[in-house]
């Protein structure tokens, strides 16, 4: 196929927002996961952690929300 247009062209920045808050969100599941699965092995201290880590990522997702960058328009 014969391309057409240029291959410079901008995009947005809330596509990159968007990106990276998706990013942010998948990486948490990564590391949740074996937590999970190691949970009854780990105690309570493991579970102080993981409620501090998931903490962060709310505080994260709450700023993002208010800066806008989960808007799509």
């Known amino acids: ?3 057409f247009g240029g291959a410079w ?13 998706f990013v942010v969100f998948d990486v ?3 590391f949740l ?3 999970a699965v190691a949970f009854h092995r ?10 501090i880590f998931i ?3 709310v505080i994260a997702l709450v700023y ?3 800066k806008g960058a989960l808007e799509w328009s």
């Not at 780990?42 to 409620?51: D, K, P, R, S, T």
């Open 55 to 57: 903490a962060i990522l």
């Open 42 to 51: 780990l105690g309570l201290l493991a579970f102080i952690e993981a409620l």
């Open 1 to 3: 196929m014969e391309p």
């Open 9 to 21: 062209i901008q995009f947005n920045i809330r596509y990159y927002m968007f990106a990276l808050v």
């Open 33 to 35: 996961y074996p937590w």
């Open 64 to 66: 993002a929300w208010r």
């Open 28 to 30: 948490e599941t990564v």
